[in-house]
């Protein structure tokens, strides 16, 4: 497996970007540029040349935005990324699928119906379709209070979606939205894993911790290892279906808690035996 995570140093070139990522023992990457432009060679091939690879370009956008206009900007700038994506042959691009809501990733009743599901499977054809990627895929995010929300209706996305370069990005603290499902949550991995093994490109490493003394239930996101997602679990399925497989750090506000964050990791990794 491959663990990698975000970059706090500045970085001019892509020589300075490799001895970065290096420096923290990373062998997966986010995306180092912003647009295909006459860099992007050069950080290709310092990646290939250092046995870099890059996991994923983000999106973060809302292309289920209610307001027309909006949409249809969201929409291009997927394309956009996507594009980038495939010219840098990243293994995935990912973004959430859209939110009916007026925060960008927020809950609302209408996202989890019939008609939003409709709207996920045009909205990504139509991003896919645009762009034709051949070295890449598009993913979504599984989330809390959105489409995918669980293995399940990502099966189903897969199937309705019908694109080759559709392929699913795995964050299982987001599947985490229930007791049921956090004290169970190697179940839930394992699970995850059976069914979508094959298409999974790209994962995130975050963790969960449930909250006593909170009513209604109260679930916080922390670093790993400071809450209850099994990473025995997590990292055993990973390897079994990708020895290659990116594991990404992310959402944390210090470089500090990033280190500890990846020691805990690599000391879980050495305990079951997943090398890195």
């Given at each position: 497996?491959?663990?990698?995570?975000?970059?706090?140093q500045?970085?001019?070139?892509?020589?300075?970007w490799v001895?970065?990522l290096?420096e923290?023992?990373y062998?997966?990457a986010?995306?180092?540029?912003?647009?295909i432009?006459?860099t992007?060679?050069?950080?290709?091939?310092?990646?290939?040349?250092?046995?870099?690879?890059?996991?994923e370009?983000?999106?973060?956008n809302?292309p289920?935005?209610?307001?027309?206009?909006?949409?249809?900007?969201?929409?291009?700038?997927?394309?956009?990324?996507?594009a980038?994506?495939?010219?840098?042959?990243a293994?995935?691009?990912?973004n959430?699928?859209?939110?009916?809501?007026k925060?960008w990733?927020?809950?609302?009743?209408?996202?989890l119906?019939?008609?939003?599901?409709?709207?996920i499977?045009?909205?990504v054809?139509?991003?896919?379709?645009a762009v034709?990627?051949?070295?890449?895929?598009?993913?979504?995010?599984?989330?809390p209070?959105l489409?995918?929300?669980?293995?399940?209706s990502y099966?189903k996305?897969?199937?309705?979606?019908?694109?080759?370069?559709?392929?699913?990005?795995?964050?299982?603290?987001?599947?985490?939205?229930?007791?049921?499902?956090?004290?169970?949550n190697?179940?839930?991995?394992?699970?995850f894993?059976?069914r979508?093994?094959?298409?999974?490109?790209?994962?995130?490493?975050?963790?969960?911790?449930?909250?006593?003394g909170?009513?209604?239930?109260h679930?916080?996101e922390?670093?790993p290892?400071?809450?209850?997602?099994?990473?025995?679990?997590?990292?055993?399925?990973?390897?079994r279906?990708d020895?290659?497989?990116?594991?990404?750090l992310?959402?944390?506000?210090?470089?500090?808690?990033?280190?500890?964050?990846?020691?805990?990791?690599r000391?879980?990794?050495?305990d079951?035996?997943?090398?890195?």
């Open positions: 497996m491959r663990l990698g995570g975000p970059l706090f500045n970085y001019s070139d892509a020589d300075a001895a970065a290096r923290r023992g062998r997966a986010y995306c180092p540029v912003q647009q432009d006459e992007i060679h050069a950080y290709m091939q310092a990646a290939d040349k250092a046995g870099i690879l890059i996991a370009v983000g999106i973060w809302n289920l935005n209610r307001d027309e206009q909006e949409r249809r900007q969201a929409i291009d700038y997927c394309q956009q990324r996507l980038l994506a495939d010219a840098l042959g293994r995935c691009c990912v959430i699928s859209g939110s009916r809501a925060i990733d927020g809950p609302d009743p209408d996202n119906t019939n008609e939003t599901f409709d709207l499977v045009e909205t054809r139509m991003i896919i379709d034709k990627p051949t070295r890449t895929f598009y993913t979504l995010e599984t989330m209070w489409y995918p929300d669980s293995a399940e099966e996305l897969l199937r309705a979606i019908d694109r080759k370069q559709f392929a699913v990005h795995f964050d299982p603290a987001n599947l985490v939205n229930s007791p049921q499902r956090y004290y169970h190697g179940e839930l991995i394992r699970d894993v059976s979508l093994g094959p298409h999974i490109k790209s994962c995130h490493a975050r963790d969960v911790v449930l909250t006593a909170y009513l209604p239930l679930l916080d922390c670093r290892g400071l809450g209850y997602l099994n990473y025995r679990v997590f990292l055993k399925e990973l390897q279906v020895p290659d497989m990116p594991l990404m992310e959402h944390s506000p210090r470089e500090e808690d990033y280190t500890l964050a990846a020691e805990y990791i000391q879980v990794a050495r079951v035996e997943v090398p890195f």
